[in-house]
């Protein structure tokens, strides 16, 4: 049972244009959702997170949206550049519980 | 620091054999979380430690599947008998929470494990 769901297993964008990526979730238990960047043969790397107190967190050309009712969030790339050609991980975590789980990862092309 | 290392990066093994992957943690870090990625069900956690102390297991898929954390620098994955099934890029992560400093895993390279 996908308890994170990232249900685009690819999307190709142009460079300069803007990149989303879905993630949808479905326990209500979740409180904390991060984004992971992962090239390949090497490990993800941590690139963005928010709390569920929150619905927009922002980092240079990456934001988050969390829409609570929904389960839903998002993820914002702006503007694309080729080099964040990469397989995007959403992950969910419980505060204080250090257990993540994540979805099956979004691979993104970003077409120069 | 040089990050969390992982070995071997790539293992080939015929169905039967018993496989032992290692990782050696960022120094410091209080946990430890051993992964599955797979193209069917993305990244899944199989077990983690704190301070050595495995803490939950319930994602490793069979008891074929064991994990060891002897001391604060070292831990291991063995799959024993290994099967194709098994077939997947093992990841092991460690994380600093007892400082406050990060909320997040770092990740190793990986190690690609083929079973023939």
């Known amino acids: 049972d996908q308890q994170v769901k990232q249900n685009s297993p690819s999307l190709s964008v142009q460079e300069g244009r803007i990149s989303i990526l879905n993630c949808d979730y479905t326990?209500?238990?979740?409180?904390?959702f991060l984004w992971y960047k992962k090239y390949p043969a090497e490990g993800p790397t941590f690139l963005i997170s928010?709390?569920?107190?929150?619905d927009k967190n922002e980092d240079g050309r990456f934001t988050v949206f969390l829409n609570k009712s929904a389960k839903h969030l998002s993820l914002h790339i702006v503007p694309s550049q080729p080099g964040d050609s990469a397989v995007y991980f959403c992950a969910a975590t419980m505060g204080g519980y250090q257990k993540v789980t994540f979805g099956i990862g979004t691979k993104l092309q970003v077409i120069p | 620091d040089a990050g969390v290392i992982q070995s071997p990066r790539h293992e080939v093994t015929e169905m039967g054999q018993e496989v032992t992957l290692r990782c050696k943690p960022i120094s410091g870090h209080d946990y430890l979380f051993w992964y599955r990625q797979t193209m069917m069900r993305g990244l899944e956690l199989l077990i983690y430690?704190?301070?050595?102390?495995?803490?939950?297991d319930s994602g490793m898929p069979e008891d074929r599947f064991s994990a060891k954390m002897p001391n604060a620098s070292f831990s291991t994955l063995k799959i024993q008998p290994s099967e194709p099934r098994d077939s997947a890029v093992y990841f092991c992560?460690?994380?600093?929470?007892?400082?406050?400093?990060?909320?997040?895993?770092?990740f190793g390279p990986g190690t690609r494990l083929t079973v023939l």
């Open positions: 430690f704190n301070n050595n102390v495995p803490i939950d």
């Open positions: 326990n209500s238990m979740f409180d904390y």
């Open positions: 928010i709390s569920s107190i929150k």
């Open positions: 992560a460690s994380r600093d929470v007892a400082s406050g400093s990060s909320d997040t895993q770092y």
